[in-house]
């Protein structure tokens, strides 16, 4: 994996997040679910960008990842998958800082030790799938 692929990785995770979040439906959709869940909005999308970044990250080598669509579709069908440990496995060692620190987080979030931490990391890849799976929308957006 290149630098070039993990900027590209963090520009197209911080443009999904915007992009869906301008969809009013799907924006209310995820306010109401915040408040269910009782979260905080703010930190929830952070770590629901971490986790598509991560998963972006995952299967940058894995395919031709000339096209938003082909990369978000290959991220998206890692996270429904489920396997975490193969998941953080295709990771590259030479991260910058910032996205490791993210990375240990989210490893020791997806372990599911305790409950709270098990339920969460469903709803963080659920959601972070939803993000990454329309991704018609971007195209449309450009």
């Known amino acids: 994996m290149t630098a070039d692929s993990i900027t590209a990785g963090q ?8 992009m869906r979040l301008a969809d009013r439906s799907f924006a209310a959709r995820l306010h109401q679910r915040f408040r269910t869940w009782e979260v905080d909005r703010d930190a929830f999308l952070a770590q629901v960008e971490s986790v598509v970044l991560i998963a972006l990250l995952a299967t940058a080598d894995e395919l031709d990842a000339s096209t938003s669509e082909a990369w978000c579709l290959a991220a998206a069908v890692v996270l429904r998958q489920q396997q975490n440990p193969q998941l953080f496995a295709a990771l590259p060692t030479a991260l910058p800082d910032s ?14 030790l305790t409950p709270r931490s098990g339920h969460r990391w469903l709803r963080l890849t659920d959601t972070a799938c939803e993000f990454l799976e329309p991704v018609a929308l971007i195209d449309e957006g450009r």
């Open 11 to 18: 520009r197209l995770a911080g443009e999904l997040i915007r």
């Open 99 to 112: 996205i490791k620190l993210r990375v240990e987080q989210l490893r020791m979030l997806s372990t599911g």
